[in-house]
């Protein structure tokens, strides 16, 4: 079994890209998922679909053959061709896929580092595809330590100290463009994470805000959360708005623009909008409208990243210890279940010499408990040793062949040992799913 991650993020793909590989629906996710578990070299999927970012995290049993349907299947639901795909993706297999989803986690891989809403987006991922069906215990284990991992980079430095998410560089770059948003009205479009993100931070600036969303009450309840004075309106009521208030920010789930030109009317005042949405929410061609999208807000980033260099590298230091103790973890796990079916195996031949002796009267069946006994015995005696060794060397980097050795030689099966743990996470959300 080996660990595989397709990735797409702001690092190799621009937003127009990015826009067509996006898996903006749980439909989508789900037939996609389902294509790829078809092929045999496919053990588990995990797909991750943000603004920056679409990343398939997956167990898979031959990596080359594994990462060729990947392709395939990303070619014919985006409609881009293999061959830039091969071109852009970033491939990274067992340790490398490790390192990459923990730094992902931690917030350390993302356009503005150190922003902790992809741990949550994480989680929502994992969840999702453990709830279908397209994972388990494989990449349960991997997103288990994830999550511990990204704990303590947060724990442990200060790269998250004033969080900086994409919502909230937008929220930064538009003080900077327009000035102080103190008493200045701005309209949030999109109740999901970034527009309350977006509005939160902008009413902590001073900003008169107004959400809006296609369900009032849903829009009504995140209001009241963030701010009872928070105003609310529906999708119907943005034409007016969009024409009366000159600061929105925009991020709906929308496949399509919700905001074009037969909404806008011209205006003799400034308007700045951003986009935070992938796909993009907004496609105007109107005078007098500046338009941010994902890719602007990089300028922002680059101010923050000079004062979280230092603690990223710390990060990344309590990443890469993670990495370590995760293999330890999994070597450690499959020692145990080795031992204990070697065992069984000595038992079961031992057993089966003692049945054969009695049937044909070398011993008498009043005997059998006690022989039975002595042979219990002699066999631990003899896997003392072997045992001891065994379990010394767990922590070891030649574990995993020593391992391999042995499984060879007592024809052990290949899945002994690795998917026989504990995942925290994991067990959750499985008694979840089984109320």
């Known amino acids: 079994m080996h660990y595989l991650v397709v990735s797409f993020s702001h690092k190799n793909t621009d937003l127009v890209t990015r826009e067509q590989l996006a898996l903006d629906s749980k439909e989508r996710r789900g037939r996609v998922a389902r294509r790829l578990l078809t092929d045999p070299q496919i053990n588990e999927v995990i797909l991750l ?17 594994a990462t060729e349907t990947i392709l395939r299947e990303i070619a014919d639901y985006s409609g881009l061709h293999l061959e830039e795909l091969e071109g852009r993706a970033d491939l990274y297999e067992d340790n490398g896929a490790i390192h990459h989803i923990f730094s992902v986690a931690s917030g350390l891989d993302s356009l503005v580092v150190g922003e902790t809403q992809i741990s949550g987006q994480l989680k929502d991922a994992y969840k999702e595809a ?7 215990q494989k990449l ?14 947060r724990n442990l430095t200060d790269i998250s100290k004033n969080p900086v998410s994409i919502a909230s560089a937008a929220v930064a770059m538009a003080e900077d463009m327009v ?3 103190e008493g200045r009205e701005a309209v949030v479009v999109g109740a999901g994470e970034m527009g309350t993100l977006a509005a939160k931070h902008l009413m902590g600036r001073g900003a008169r805000v107004t959400l809006v969303g296609r369900d009032r009450e849903k829009v009504e309840r995140v209001a009241r959360e963030i701010d009872p004075s928070i105003a609310v309106a529906t999708i119907a009521d943005l034409p007016q708005l969009i024409n009366r208030i000159p600061l929105l920010f925009s991020a709906t789930s929308s496949p399509e623009p919700i905001i074009t030109d037969s909404l806008v009317e011209p205006r003799a005042f400034r308007r700045v909008w951003f986009d935070m949405a992938v796909p993009r929410d907004i496609e105007v061609e109107e005078r007098g409208i500046e338009v941010v999208a994902v890719d602007d807000l990089k300028a922002i980033v680059e101010k923050n990243m000079t004062l979280r260099e230092e603690q990223a590298k710390e990060g990344y230091k309590i990443v890469g210890r993670f990495v370590n103790e995760f ?16 065992r069984s195996q000595a038992r079961e031949a031992a057993l089966a010499e003692l049945e054969r002796a009695v049937k044909k009267g070398f011993i008498r069946p009043e005997d059998r408990k006690n022989i039975e006994k002595l042979l219990h015995n002699a066999f631990n005696r003899f896997l ?17 062949t020593i391992a391999e050795a042995i499984k060879f030689f007592f024809d052990i099966e290949e899945d002994v040992g690795l998917n026989r743990y504990k995942c925290e996470y994991y067990m959750n959300l499985r008694s979840e799913r089984e109320v």
């Open 384 to 400: 003392h040793r072997p045992t001891k060794k065994l379990k010394g060397v767990a922590n070891e980097p030649k574990a995993d």
């Open 49 to 65: 679909s943000t603004c920056n970012r679409v990343e398939f995290i997956t167990s898979v049993r031959d990596p080359y053959d």
């Open 130 to 136: 453990f709830e279908e069906g397209f994972c388990g």
């Open 140 to 153: 349960g284990r991997v997103m288990h330590y994830a999550f511990k991992c990204s704990a303590q980079v």
């Open 179 to 181: 000035g102080s948003l």
């Open 327 to 342: 293999f330890h973890w999994l070597q450690t796990l499959e020692i145990e279940p080795i031992i204990k079916e070697i």
